[in-house]
């Protein structure tokens, strides 16, 4: 039922649905993407469905969290193979809304998580994490999930999203999965089939590079600045334009000098026009 151009009856139904579901005692799950699905989308749908009782796949492109108007337009996405993608893998229900039906009116109220989104992408992509924030924000406030799934490929992501569910005491418990990698190392993303031939051979240097310096710190280096350049001398060689490439605290993804606890090695590299992002965590340091 779609009877306004707001989407407020489909939201409506969807809610009475799931409300329905909760009563009985069942456990919501959701998995929130803005489409194109593969690979890493699978592992979480997976666990989500390993998890509850109902899965909820929300597909939606976010304008507001796109800092660049290219990038939003190369998004495109085929909603009816997506659907199939969500079905083989036993979810209950995808949630697709329109922009307008998100945003009937442009926004005027944003969850901004401060401190976790100021460095790496937070730095390079003005309001990106804002308009993540929010709409994963509205899509807690419509699905009204017990659970929901996010990957570690997007570390920063996750972060923002553990910290805004805590200091807005959201009941919902995030739950994390492990980046999916192509067999060469490539963390599986849906910007990858936009390489060039030659651009996806040179792509698994990434992590490699990232991969270097795991392997450093795990040998007891602890100058942040040495294991960096230690990473980035393996991404010298054009084609790789590299944005940053930091070792930040695991938890407030905020840069280190020196490795003493937990850490994240996180990068975003362009390869041609193509920007990629990956990072490794770093748990055991050798003392
Ligand atoms: O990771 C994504 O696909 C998006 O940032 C998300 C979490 C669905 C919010 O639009």
């Not at 579901?21 to 592992?43: S, Y």
């Not at 989500?48 to 190369?74: E, G, K, T």
């Not at 490929?153 to 990698?181: F, G």
């Amino acid at each position: 039922v779609n009877d306004r151009p707001d989407g407020l009856n489909r939201f409506a139904e969807l809610r009475s649905q799931l409300a329905q579901l909760r009563d009985g005692g069942q456990v919501i799950g959701l998995v929130p993407t803005m489409g194109a699905l593969h690979a890493g989308h699978a592992a979480l749908i997976e666990r989500a469905r390993a998890d509850c009782n109902a899965v909820v796949v929300s597909i939606f492109v976010n304008p507001i969290q796109f800092d660049r108007r290219d990038d939003y337009d190369a998004y495109t996405i085929d909603l009816a193979k997506d659907v199939e993608f969500c079905a083989a893998l036993g979810a209950d229900f995808v949630f697709a809304p329109s922009a307008p039906e998100m945003y009937p009116e442009p926004a005027s109220t944003f969850v901004e998580v401060a401190g976790v989104s100021a460095h790496l992408c937070g730095k390079f992509r003005p309001g990106h994490f804002r308009g993540v924030a929010t709409v994963v924000a509205k899509l807690f406030n419509i699905i009204a999930p017990h659970k929901a799934y996010f990957g570690e490929k997007d570390a920063q992501q996750l972060a923002v999203i553990e910290r805004m569910v805590a200091d807005l005491n959201m009941p919902i418990e995030i739950v994390s999965v492990l980046t999916v990698r192509e067999p060469d190392g490539l963390a599986v993303s849906s910007r990858n089939s936009r390489l060039t031939g030659e651009e996806r051979q040179a792509a698994a240097a990434l992590y490699q590079a990232l991969k270097i310096g795991e392997d450093c710190i795990r040998k007891g280096w602890t100058s942040a600045a040495q294991v960096r350049s230690a990473a980035l001398a393996h991404l010298q060689q054009p084609p790789w334009r590299v944005e940053y490439l930091e070792v930040v605290d695991a938890s407030s993804m905020t840069p280190v000098a020196q490795v003493a606890g937990p850490v994240r090695i996180a990068a975003a590299a362009w390869l041609g026009a193509v920007r990629l992002i990956d990072n490794v965590r770093v748990d055991k340091i050798q003392t």
